[in-house]
């Protein structure tokens, strides 16, 4: 499972659950952040999330854009 949020929201407790990524549909031009758990409270003290731009419909990731939580 992928837990899919808008990155212009900034709220990751709100998001999209799919099984696979190529069934996800994204905005042209939207970036997204992806994860594969739900709860984010579990993690270390800080972990990093790719960010994906969405293309043709498709999610593509980024090379060097992260998003940082605490």
Same mark, same amino acid.
């Given at each position: =499972?992928? /837990?899919? *949020?808008?990155?212009?929201? @900034?709220?990751?407790?709100? *998001?999209? =659950?799919? &099984?696979?990524? $190529?069934?996800?549909?994204?905005?042209?031009?939207?970036? /997204?952040?992806?994860?594969? $758990?739900?709860?984010?409270?579990? @993690?270390?003290?800080?972990?990093?999330?790719?960010? /994906? =731009?969405?293309?043709?419909?498709?999610? &593509? $990731?980024?090379?060097?854009?992260?998003? =940082?939580?605490?």
């Amino acid at each position: =499972m992928y /837990y899919i *949020s808008p990155l212009k929201t @900034a709220n990751l407790s709100i *998001s999209r =659950m799919v &099984k696979r990524l $190529k069934d996800f549909r994204s905005a042209e031009g939207e970036q /997204y952040v992806v994860r594969k $758990k739900a709860d984010l409270s579990d @993690a270390e003290t800080f972990s990093t999330l790719p960010v /994906y =731009m969405g293309i043709d419909g498709k999610l &593509k $990731k980024e090379k060097d854009h992260y998003v =940082m939580i605490f």
